[in-house]
């Protein structure tokens, strides 16, 4: 089936410090992979994509990379902000498009 | 550009109640979804379309029904609330092809008492 699984949190940093959250996602078929970020209070927006094998999504200082061979699709950013403190979801579209299955969702603390 | 609006942002029922959740979006996509977010948890599918006249059940329909009578609206029915469906509801759309992104609306949060 289509799942998509990440590291659980919370993960606390402090200002400036490197972040790694992990996601792995079945490997049936080709997924488009996402992840979405969830401030408090709010909807999710999209953060990045990557829509084939070694691709490389980047935004805001974000990126991840599509690995194959892995089955992963790890979130990371070399300088984590205050105002990064959100929800984190790894996420992937089926191959038909028409469903996107989400991970649990990570939380991000980041401490000045 | 409104983009998706869900409405109520807030709600409390009582059991046994039932209430639509609404969800438009302006953006003529095809494909609708919702979905509902447990307190910690990731966010489940409840229903999706892929079109008006088309609905089809995800991972927890039960309790819930669904119609898509036009493109821009999918309204989500709670028949019978039950405390186990208190939830932060999430609609989104998209448009249906691979590398394209979901765009969600600002929630409903549901507290069933």
């Known amino acids: 089936g289509n799942s998509v699984t990440q590291m659980e949190g919370p993960v606390t940093l402090s200002e400036e410090a490197f972040l790694t959250i992990n996601c792995t996602y079945t490997?049936?078929?080709?997924?488009?992979l996402f992840w979405y970020v969830q401030y408090p209070g709010e909807g999710l927006q999209l953060l990045l994509k990557a829509t084939k094998a070694d691709d490389k999504g980047s935004n805001k200082g974000f990126e991840a990379t599509y690995r194959k061979e892995t089955t992963s699709f790890h979130l990371e950013k070399g300088s984590v902000q205050v105002s990064d403190s959100a929800v984190y979801f790894c996420?992937?579209?089926?191959?038909?498009?028409?469903?996107?299955?989400f991970g649990g969702g990570t939380r991000l603390m980041v401490k000045p | 550009n409104a983009g998706v609006t869900q409405t109520p942002k807030f709600r409390i029922l009582k059991i046994g109640q039932s209430m639509t959740l609404q969800c438009t979006q302006d953006m003529n996509h095809n494909y609708m979804y919702w979905y509902r977010q447990d307190p910690g948890m990731g966010l489940k599918l409840i229903y999706y379309s892929v079109g008006a006249g088309i609905t089809d059940k995800g991972e927890v329909p039960n309790g819930y029904n669904v119609s898509r009578s036009t493109t821009e609206d999918f309204p989500l029915r709670l028949e019978l609330a039950a405390p186990s469906q208190t939830s932060v509801y999430f609609c989104?759309?998209?448009?249906?092809?691979?590398?394209?992104?979901?765009?969600f609306g600002q929630g409903t949060r549901l507290t069933v008492v």
């Open positions: 996420a992937r579209l089926n191959n038909a498009g028409n469903m996107l299955t």
């Open positions: 490997a049936t078929g080709y997924p488009s």
């Open positions: 989104a759309s998209a448009t249906g092809t691979r590398n394209t992104e979901a765009f």
